[in-house]
């Protein structure tokens, strides 16, 4: 499966984007897929997850529960994300794998190229 993420830009403190991750080759019906970022000078860290078509349980990185939502329908996932921070600033990935959704980097098979979040007043 191939992904593409898109929706990145510029933000101020506070506001909201939606990020989107297209995928193509497969659906994603049956693929669990996951958000990732990576700040400057940081190690990639998981942000978000859900499951594939019969097992949408959700998994949220503690720093983003509560401000960020993942969904996803047959080929596209996304990633809508409320009251952004600074710290939010960072290269967000999404990625896709078989089985059950995770929470560690390892366990994605398939990667997005990532889009560019920054929130900055």
């Known amino acids: 499966v191939q992904l593409q993420a898109s929706g990145g830009g510029l933000v101020r403190p506070g506001g909201s984007l939606r990020l989107s991750c297209a995928a193509s080759g497969r659906t994603f019906n049956t693929y669990a897929m996951g958000w990732f970022r990576q700040a400057p000078g940081k190690e990639r860290e998981f942000v978000a997850a859900?499951?594939?078509?019969?097992?949408?349980i959700t998994y949220y990185a503690d720093s983003v529960k509560g401000r960020f939502t993942i969904s996803k329908d047959r080929n596209t996932g996304y990633l809508q994300m409320n009251s952004l921070q600074p710290e939010d600033t960072a290269v967000y990935y999404c990625a896709a794998k078989q089985g059950t959704a995770g929470v560690t980097l390892g366990e994605y098979d398939y990667w997005g190229q990532g889009t560019l979040v920054t929130v900055s007043s």
């Open positions: 859900i499951g594939w078509w019969f097992d949408s």
